[in-house]
Nanobody, 125 residues
Framework: VQLQACGGGLVQAGNSLRLSCTTS????????LGWFRQAPGKGREAVAV????????YYPDSVKGRFSITRDEANNAMYLHMNNLAPEDTAVYYC???????????????????WGQGTLVTVSS
C-alpha cells in the first residue's frame, strides 16, 4: 500500500486547511488510518486517527475541537480538516495506515506500517 498526502501550504493563523491522503496499490479495508505531524526539532506526534471500518475517530487533546478526520469510502481517501490554525501547527504532516492497532496504541507512530511522503503546512502569525 502506497500513501500520498497532499494539500499542505502556507496559511495565516486562524484560517483552515484540508489535507488529503489517497492510496495506490491497494485499498483501505480494515486499516486504522492516522495523521501525524513533525515540527522541526520535534518528534512525530499523532493529530487524528480513524478506523476505516466503522469510522471511529480519536484525537489528542492538543487538536481536539480544531481538527477532524474523515474518510471517503467511495474514493478510498481520507482527509484532515484543520480549523483555526496557529503557528504551532506548523509541521510536516504525514498520513499513515496500519492494521490490528489496539485503541491504546492508536497515537503511537510505531503502530503504523505504511506512510505517505508528508506535506508541509506552514502557519504564519
Amino acid at each position: 500500500v502506497q500513501l500520498q498526502a497532499c494539500g499542505g501550504g502556507l496559511v495565516q493563523a486562524g484560517n483552515s486547511l484540508r489535507l488529503s491522503c489517497t492510496t495506490s496499490g491497494g485499498t483501505f479495508n480494515s486499516e486504522t488510518l492516522g495523521w501525524f505531524r513533525q515540527a522541526p526539532g520535534k518528534g512525530r506526534e499523532a493529530v487524528a486517527v480513524i478506523r476505516w471500518s466503522g469510522g471511529r475517530t480519536y484525537y489528542p487533546d492538543s487538536v481536539k475541537g480544531r481538527f477532524s478526520i474523515t474518510r471517503d469510502e467511495a474514493n478510498n481517501a481520507m482527509y484532515l480538516h484543520m480549523n483555526n490554525l496557529a503557528p504551532e501547527d506548523t509541521a510536516v504532516y504525514y498520513c499513515a495506515a496500519g492494521t490490528g492497532i489496539v485503541y491504546w496504541d492508536v497515537f503511537r507512530s510505531s503502530s503504523y506500517v505504511y506512510w505517505g511522503q508528508g506535506t508541509l503546512v506552514t502557519v504564519s502569525s
